[in-house]
């Protein structure tokens, strides 16, 4: 009986060491595991002194994943909340009876904006805004990441890479095209951090 | 209104204000220090600050203030240290410092507000503070304003897109500006005008793509002084205009000031 217990207790022992070890390395695996990133610095859309031209979206026409695994994320601690922000709307569209840009930016309307704390009826210049990318519409077109990147606006929306959408290619087919080579393999506590 | 493109001061090193006095010579705030040029634009000498100088001004009696972080250093013309104002929650990071008659005015962007002192440095009021979203919108990061000779103050205010006139008292008298991206009368981008000077008009700069603009008191565009010879990343860019016109801006990529003077038609 005790001879069993031990023998019983022994396998439960081994079983659970193997599991405690099997989720250490996988773990270990995922914390060393090597991802594909946007690097900012490199990007057009995003690096500093490139201003006046087109953004670039091979982000989206290249990747593999359909409507791309690049999408815009915007740093809200960056953000200048602005009542006009030249990544929400065109900045460059006739203004309307509100004193706005009459035209969005983003061909699939992926931005959308509310204002933040107690609105002024009286003058809509006098309000914050908070502005929200929808992951699901966005597909990383770049469109608003040059508009927000310093001197116009606050460089606050850069591209990044979902992980939930990105198969990890070997040799990621954005950057088979990309000319600036921003895209970039990082072990991927370091993706999440840059 | 028409203006030419007739100087370029090299400052050699940042500059993040400027500032004339009634003799024409040249105050540029950057790096620690003030830059002092004559009027012809040769540069004279340099006066250390003990933090980098963010603004400067001269006062009617010729002191010269420098804004910095946390504090004001006042010198006497001659570029000796008279006096510092000392106030991390009032003068957090000093852009601009402007007079009346009677007190010193200093944006302070840290808090998004004018300051004013009387002349002995006590704390009197805010300006541009009392408003539904608790200061002045300057996703830039720089408060700036001019003063007119009755006292008004007329602060950039850019993400409204205006140029607002407060009493020194800091009630709200009006505006001038809009928001505008393609009517050059208007003011464009995220944040616009960034900076202004008084003279006898307002006169603004502005970021992406920048541009320089005189305005008459009530708003009027008279002048589109220059847009193309600004480096495309510039921002902030101090303004002053001289007794007989002639505009002063800073290229704060290029560390240069270019002068601009009207030509007579």
């Given at each position: ?32 595991q090597i991802v594909w990133q946007v690097n900012?610095?490199r990007c ?14 091979l982000c989206t026409t290249e990747c593999v994943v359909?409507?791309s695994a690049v ?69 990383g ?18 591209l990044r890479v979902r992980y939930?959408r990105c198969v990890n290619c070997n040799y990621c087919s954005i950057l088979k095209a990309c000319p600036q080579n921003a895209l970039v393999q990082l072990?991927?506590?370091?993706a999440?951090?840059? | ?265």
């Amino acid at each position: 009986m005790n001879e069993d217990l031990t023998r019983r207790d022994f396998a439960r022992g081994t079983v659970l060491a193997v599991l405690a070890g099997g989720a250490a390395f996988l773990v270990k695996k995922a914390n060393g595991q090597i991802v594909w990133q946007v690097n900012a610095a490199r990007c057009i859309n995003s690096r500093l002194g490139d201003t006046g031209m087109e953004a670039c979206n091979l982000c989206t026409t290249e990747c593999v994943v359909a409507l791309s695994a690049v999408r815009a994320v915007n740093e809200y601690s960056k953000c200048g909340r602005c009542n006009i922000c030249p990544a929400y709307f065109n900045i460059a569209s006739a203004v309307n009876e509100l004193g706005q840009p009459s035209e969005k930016l983003c061909p699939r309307d992926a931005i959308a904006r509310k204002p933040i704390g107690k609105v002024d009826p009286e003058d809509p210049a006098n309000n914050f805004y908070e502005y929200i990318i929808d992951e699901e519409k966005c597909d990383g077109c770049g469109k608003c990441v040059m508009k927000c990147k310093e001197p116009l606006g606050l460089g606050s929306i850069t591209l990044r890479v979902r992980y939930d959408r990105c198969v990890n290619c070997n040799y990621c087919s954005i950057l088979k095209a990309c000319p600036q080579n921003a895209l970039v393999q990082l072990p991927i506590g370091q993706a999440l951090s840059t | 209104m028409q203006y030419r493109h007739v100087q370029v001061i090299d400052c050699k090193g940042a500059v993040h204000g400027i500032a004339l006095d009634g003799h024409g010579r040249l105050y540029a705030a950057g790096d620690s220090g003030i830059k002092v040029f004559d009027a012809a634009g040769r540069f004279n000498e340099r006066w250390p600050t003990s933090k980098p100088a963010l603004a400067v001004a001269v006062a009617s009696d010729g002191a010269v203030y420098a804004g910095e972080a946390g504090q004001i250093e006042i010198f006497d013309g001659a570029g000796k240290l008279l006096n510092t104002w000392r106030d991390a929650k009032l003068l957090g990071r000093v852009t601009a410092i402007g007079f009346t008659q009677d007190s010193v005015l200093a944006g302070d962007a840290a808090d998004r507000a004018i300051r004013r002192f009387d002349r002995g440095g006590k704390f009197l009021n805010n300006i541009g503070k009392d408003n539904p979203v608790n200061g002045l919108l300057i996703p830039n990061g720089v408060v700036d304003f001019g003063v007119d000779a009755q006292g008004v103050i007329y602060a950039a205010n850019p993400g409204k897109h205006r140029v607002e006139r407060y009493s020194p008292g800091g009630e709200l008298l009006g505006h001038i500006g809009r928001f505008d991206g393609l009517d050059p009368a208007g003011f464009t981008g995220c944040c616009n005008p960034t900076n202004v000077a008084i003279r006898d008009g307002i006169y603004t700069t502005e970021k992406a793509g920048p541009r320089v603009k005189a305005y008459d008191f009530s708003g009027k565009l008279l002048s589109v002084i220059a847009t193309d010879l600004f480096d495309a990343n510039c921002k902030n860019m101090s303004i002053a205009v001289d007794a007989r016109g002639r505009v002063y801006v800073v290229d704060t990529v290029k560390a240069a000031i270019l002068v601009f003077e009207q030509v007579k038609v």
